[in-house]
């Protein structure tokens, strides 16, 4: 057990900044965990944004006790018995000016009854900054004083603040295919996007062809963002998400009152909507970024994302086909291009509306 405490402190000097490891050594859980001073301001008597060696002394017995509790690893459903805490002030980001930290080392011990080792390992964290670079927190998790195979990373946020590490692979792929439903299903300017392109031509052959592009492309650009091949900033991604609904709403428009029927032109909509869906995929890309990929099963958790966007698309156009249904039914005389025209012109009002907000 010494040799089990010791291995980890003796590298957690070199900490670097929102990271941390968690180690399971039988029924023993060590963590070491770098955290920022921002989540900790009411411990800041100067209000300079950082701790230091009289601080830390002065309020040491009530920061251990509130790390007890925003620290908080567990087997399953069954929390660890804390053992001991210590805290320090964290030397690779000690001033040497004014001998003050904005970094503050956690090293919390839990200790569980089971004596056949800690099996389910859950970790629940809330030492989140106010500054956008220390929202994240990135932990390895090991099994073992020589962990080769038994090792996870994990990123935690705001809005993923617990974790279970050594999960199967089935069980994260179910969970980014429900995250991937709920963000298409909960995102008003995709569903928008997709009413519009839909608008563009009635009809079960079309809506496959443009909705099979709007897969294709949206696939690539996602797996390309989340694997670190492409970045762009999220503001430039969610302006341009507007600026493609405000397209197909205009190329809609024109091509109905043109023509004065629907949209024929599905080799120019096709390319138009692959473009388009490249955009939304890096859009995609940015709401899953702000969880994370899990890094033990990346293309699995990826695949599932994927997977569950799709989901999302298709119980999304079961509802417009329903609503089409009623519309013919108790509407008939209105016509695909009257249809296209008022979908395309709520649409084209959505994203001039997007678009002035995102850009101001």
Same mark, same amino acid.
């Not at 399971?24 to 944004?49: C, K, Q, R, T």
């Not at 991937?180 to 299903?185: A, Q």
């Not at 600026?243 to 080799?267: D, E, H, R, W, Y």
């Given at each position: ?119 389910? /390992?859950?970790?629940? *964290? =809330?030492? &989140?900054?106010?500054?956008? +670079?220390?929202?994240?927190? %990135? ?107 405000? /397209?197909?709403?205009? *190329? =809609?428009? &024109?091509?109905?009152?043109? +023509?004065?029927?629907?949209? %024929? ?96």
């Amino acid at each position: 057990m010494a040799l089990f405490l010791i291995a980890p402190l003796s590298n957690a000097h070199l900490m670097p900044a929102q990271n941390g490891t968690i180690n399971i050594e039988g029924s023993s859980v060590f963590a070491a965990i770098s955290v920022p001073i921002s989540s900790l301001l009411h411990f800041d008597d100067d209000h300079d944004g950082q701790i230091s060696h009289e601080e830390l002394f002065r309020h040491q017995t009530a920061i251990e006790k509130e790390v007890d509790s925003r620290l908080i690893i567990k087997d399953g459903a069954v929390n660890g018995k804390t053992t001991w805490i210590n805290l320090l002030i964290n030397p690779s980001h000690l001033s040497m000016e004014n001998n003050k930290s904005d970094e503050l080392l956690v090293l919390k011990h839990s200790q569980f009854e089971n004596t056949s080792g800690v099996k389910d /390992l859950i970790l629940d *964290i =809330n030492f &989140f900054g106010i500054n956008p +670079n220390e929202k994240p927190i %990135t932990i390895k998790a090991t099994r073992g004083l020589r962990p080769t195979l038994a090792s996870e990373v994990a990123i935690f946020t705001p809005l993923n603040h617990e974790h279970q590490f050594f999960r199967p692979a089935i069980s994260i792929f179910f969970d980014y295919l429900k995250l991937g439903t709920e963000h298409v299903l909960t995102g008003t300017d995709h569903l928008i996007f997709l009413l519009v392109i839909l608008a563009s031509g009635l009809g079960i052959r079309n809506w496959l062809l443009v909705i099979t592009g709007f897969t294709i492309a949206h696939s690539i650009s996602l797996g390309l963002a989340l694997l670190g091949y492409v970045k762009l900033p999220p503001y430039w991604v969610e302006l341009t998400i507007a600026l493609s609904i405000i /397209l197909v709403a205009c *190329i =809609n428009l &024109f091509s109905s009152l043109k +023509n004065k029927q629907k949209n %024929t032109n599905v080799g120019r909509m096709l390319l138009v909507v692959g473009v388009c869906g490249l955009i939304h995929g890096l859009g995609f890309a940015s709401a899953i970024n702000a969880i994370g990929l899990d890094t033990s099963h990346q293309l699995t958790s990826l695949f599932g994302f994927n997977i569950g966007i799709e989901i999302g698309q298709l119980i999304f156009l079961c509802l417009i086909l329903l609503l089409l249904s009623i519309i013919k039914r108790y509407f008939s005389k209105l016509t695909e291009q009257n249809i296209t025209i008022c979908i395309s012109t709520i649409a084209l009002f959505f994203g001039l509306y997007w678009m002035a907000q995102r850009f101001f």
